[in-house]
């Protein structure tokens, strides 16, 4: 989660290296939340490639209806349509000139769908550029990313071989789906975040797909709604709720938790539970609770593309100024798998064994 990304969001970006980095479009990682609720098989890398290589060529030729033709209703209405794109378009193209050369490219499998990544130089800019498309498996265009071809790094930490203090349960009753969370950059794009070094994006995946089948709405995701739980005792120092839950696909920078409690364990970690839904938060500040305790209901509030519950540990009660700790759940179940005490990873469907 990140004031620039999905949410499921809530971290900040590095600052812009260059005028025309300001003119990121829908960031990747958002996007390919959307992704795993189309709930569809991947097209094959080739196709990919070719239409990630059309895509470029309509992108520089300006020819933008049919380029806009091929977005999704949420991505056009991001970026404001043909109109938009034109602008942002012709504002590049001023600060960066032609394509000189294509330095790589390559096609990154993401669930239900791809990602075609074209790194170049340009004329006019010393560094190389990535651009990037992400589409679903009918090719439609999901998100699109141009800036700057750094590489994002895991944040440095003092905590990587931290053990927690607090005896944590997952947040959650059921089964739910590991959308982000892991220890690298592949795994969880949190990690380049100090303060989410070790955050988590949860949601509940059924036959493929986060949302019944032609659902749109709020409604139609099967984690929404859903019971969130206090993941170990401690005292509440800050309950939000009032925040309107978002319409999946758009993304909204602030407030970038929407509705949140964050718990103090009482020994130097505190829990951030975000994107709660609207009306549901259901404890206080000052107020004690146990592992287990009802917090409120998933929803879609703050910075988050669809619906989905943000979970991060660390050092303070103050949101982007601590460090992320590891947090260390017990007694789950991943893949079916028991497990005691571990740290849940992308891809994987836990449940709690309490």
């Not at 349960?169 to 089964?175: K, Q, T, V, W």
């Not at 659902?215 to 939000?240: D, K, M, R």
């Amino acid at each position: 989660m990140t004031t620039e990304h999905l949410h499921t969001g809530v971290a900040s970006d590095p600052a812009p290296t260059s005028n025309f980095s300001l003119r990121i479009v829908a960031p990747l990682a958002a996007a390919l939340l959307l992704l795993m609720g189309q709930g569809a098989v991947a097209q094959p890398a080739e196709t990919t490639l070719e239409r990630g290589r059309e895509y470029t060529q309509q992108f520089y030729a300006g020819e933008l209806e049919g380029l806009v033709a091929r977005f999704s209703a949420e991505f056009a209405d991001v970026i404001g349509g043909e109109a938009g794109l034109r602008a942002f378009r012709d504002g590049f193209l001023a600060d960066v000139g032609e394509e000189v050369e294509v330095l790589s490219e390559n096609v990154t499998p993401h669930p239900g769908a791809e990602v075609y990544q074209r790194v170049v130089t340009f004329e006019k800019f010393g560094s190389p550029v990535a651009i990037e498309w992400a589409l679903d498996p009918d090719g439609t265009v999901l998100g699109m990313f141009i800036g700057p071809a750094t590489e994002p790094q895991e944040a440095p930490s003092a905590y990587l071989d931290y053990e927690t203090r607090t005896e944590l349960r997952l947040p959650f009753e059921g089964e739910w789906f590991v959308g982000w969370g892991g220890r690298s950059i592949d795994e969880n794009y949190h990690a380049a975040y100090p303060d989410q070094r070790f955050a988590y994006d949860f949601l509940i995946i059924r036959d493929g797909s986060s949302r019944e089948v032609g659902g749109t709405g709020n409604e139609a995701y099967y984690c929404f709604g859903q019971p969130i739980l206090a993941p170990g005792a401690g005292t509440v120092v800050t309950a939000v709720d009032g925040e309107p839950d978002r319409t999946p696909g758009q993304l909204i920078a602030e407030p970038p938790l929407g509705n949140h409690v964050i718990i103090d364990h009482e020994n130097g970690e505190y829990s951030f539970l975000a994107h709660l839904r609207q009306g549901t938060v259901a404890v206080q500040a000052g107020q004690r609770v146990e592992a287990g305790d009802l917090v409120g209901e998933c929803g879609n509030s703050g910075h988050s593309s669809e619906p989905h519950l943000h979970y991060h540990l660390q050092t303070t009660p103050d949101f982007g100024m601590g460090d992320g700790l590891p947090p260390q759940f017990t007694r789950y179940l991943a893949d079916g798998q028991a497990v005691e005490r571990g740290e849940p990873v992308r891809g994987q469907l836990v449940r709690s064994a309490e």
